[in-house]
């Protein structure tokens, strides 16, 4: 099955504690990474070799400017927090009324990646002959947990305590 672009959003937890998706997004992006480090000598011959690190991930967001997305979230608030708020990046699900779950709930998307994460930038744009836009970056604090629905609902016979998460398995 093709998953549309329109069906990608992000979900952020609001002032008020309840998670939802940033209305009027044109573009959304999940970046996971993970460092490696080189351990190949002198003595292993022509190729390198490496061993994984640690893992980080990045949300970023663009949105159209509107009073909803304005009244719905106070980002300045949010960016100037110190503690992290939840996160989720997922595709729509076609059980859920417009695709989207009730307010504060998780969405049930057949992509979902949940995690916490502080709001690190917000850049708003405007330009002349276009609609006004603001673009948010979420950096990714601890693990990030990944759903895996089957048939519209969680497997929990294939995944433990109904999530994977994407950890470090070689501690520095």
Known sequence: MKINGKDL???????KGLL???AFSTQCELD???????TAGFDTGRWREYVPGRAGWTVAVACLLSEETENGYDLQALMESDSPLRLSFSTTDPAEPGGRPA???????IIRRDG?????RLTYTGQLGSMASWQAEFQGTGTLASYKP???LEN???????????????PY
Not at 116 to 120: N, S, V, W
């Open 32 to 38: 996971v990474t993970r460092e490696v480090t080189e």
């Open 116 to 120: 916490q994460a502080y709001l690190t």
């Open 150 to 152: 089957v048939n519209g």
């Open 20 to 22: 939802s998706a940033l």
């Open 103 to 109: 307010s504060g709930a998780y969405p049930k998307g």
């Open 9 to 15: 959003l992000v979900f952020v937890e609001n002032a």
């Open 156 to 170: 929990s016979d294939l995944i433990e305590n109904r999530e994977t998460i994407l950890m470090n398995e070689y």
